[in-house]
């Protein structure tokens, strides 16, 4: 299958700060990305919807100045959290959408504390 | 909106057991289903992808079956060795969409 990079794979930061999260999609040209968050022995929720060159399509109760995405070329999405609090701790996941095979590849995953 | 649930939570078998993890979703209208791994701390693996119009999928000790019009899928793992421990995800995309809706998962613990 395809292969998706994210960076960094783990971050703490103190709160009020703001982090970035890169999602890389390696050997495919990827113009709809999907960034998801996972709490602890929770499924995956969906976040938002990252298309290149437009602005992101977020999902209900999800907070888009906190969460700021940029979809800036076809192999590279970003999520910023913003003024990070303890409550955003959680595992983020992003997805890159291939059209050729029509599936969603996983990158591995980004831990983000906030102390 | 799409509901996924899956059931049991958790299952512990010994060693060589055959493994049976049940997936529901509460729209039939679905695109296709996927069965993924996520070992504790990491990301997805897929491991198998069933169409709408598929009865089942087949990948070496893996088979998932697919009943749409009753909204089930079931994934049977063949043998059980203390490596196919990890949490099992299944995602159901919708017609006409690309999201996924993703059930909670059930944690799989082998036991040797």
């Known amino acids: 299958g395809a292969v998706v990079s994210q960076h960094p794979s783990w971050v703490i930061c103190k709160s009020g700060t703001s982090v970035k999260i890169e999602c890389r999609s390696l050997?495919?040209?990827?113009?709809?990305m999907f960034w998801y968050r996972q709490f602890p022995k929770q499924s995956l929720m969906l976040m938002a919807t990252?298309?290149?060159?437009?602005?992101?399509?977020?999902e209900q109760g999800v907070e888009k100045d906190k969460f700021l995405i940029n979809h800036a070329s076809l192999t590279l999405s970003t999520l910023t959290v913003t003024s990070a609090h303890p409550e955003d701790s959680s595992f983020y996941i992003c997805?890159?959408?291939?059209?050729?095979?029509?599936?969603?590849?996983f990158g591995p995953g980004t831990r983000l504390t906030v102390l | 909106k799409q509901e996924v649930t899956q059931i049991p939570a958790a299952l512990s078998v010994p060693e060589g057991e055959n493994l049976v993890l049940n997936c529901s979703f509460t729209?039939?209208?679905?695109?296709?289903l996927q069965w993924f791994r996520q070992d504790p701390g990491k990301g997805l693996t897929s491991l198998l992808l069933?169409?709408?119009?598929?009865r089942e999928q087949t990948s070496g000790r893996l088979n998932a079956s697919l009943d749409k019009s009753s909204g089930r899928s079931t994934l049977y793992i063949a043998a059980s060795q203390p490596g196919d421990s990890a949490t099992y995800l299944c995602?159901?995309?919708?017609?006409?969409?690309?999201?996924?809706?993703f059930g909670a998962g059930t944690t799989v613990t082998v036991r040797a």
């Open positions: 997805s890159s959408w291939d059209r050729g095979s029509d599936e969603q590849f």
């Open positions: 050997d495919f040209q990827a113009t709809t």
């Open positions: 990252s298309n290149e060159g437009s602005k992101a399509t977020y």
């Open positions: 729209d039939s209208a679905i695109y296709n």
């Open positions: 069933i169409q709408s119009s598929q």
């Open positions: 995602a159901v995309r919708e017609s006409n969409d690309y999201k996924l809706s």
